[in-house]
Nanobody, 113 residues
Framework: QVQLVESGGGLVPAGGSLKLSCKTTYISTNLNAVDWYRQTPGNERDFVARIGVGTRYARPVRGRFVISKDNALNTVYLQMNDLKPEDSGKYFC?????????WGEGTQVTVSQ
């Protein structure tokens, strides 16, 4: 059964850093693009970053976040630097394969003032 498991969230002061991880099971990070999304209460999930053949970032995080992966571990990372309070939210890992969307349970990131 395909699983995506996020970890690494927490509470951090503004200007701090966090590194999120997304460990996948039964789906390869080498063969599939992997996305990070962020969701805040009452809102839809917003795209943050993608890694596939290349990388792509949402404008608000460019220059501060770096997405990377270790295919041997089937794990994708999101290094978040210079965090701002507006980066707070639940971060989800996502893969689409053959028109099926797979999501993890998410990991909470809270950035304090």
């Amino acid at each position: 059964q395909v699983q995506l498991v996020e970890s690494g969230g927490g509470l951090v002061p503004a200007g701090g850093s966090l590194k999120l991880s997304c460990k996948t099971t039964y789906i390869s990070t080498n063969l599939n693009a992997v996305d990070w999304y962020r969701q805040t209460p009452g809102n839809e999930r917003d795209f943050v970053a993608r890694i596939g053949v290349g990388t792509r970032y949402a404008r608000p995080v460019r220059g501060r976040f770096v997405i990377s992966k270790d295919n041997a571990l089937n794990t994708v990372y999101l290094q978040m630097n210079d965090l701002k309070p507006e980066d707070s939210g639940k971060y989800f890992c996502h893969i689409e394969r053959n028109y099926v969307h797979y999501w993890g349970e998410g990991t909470q990131v809270t950035v304090s003032q």
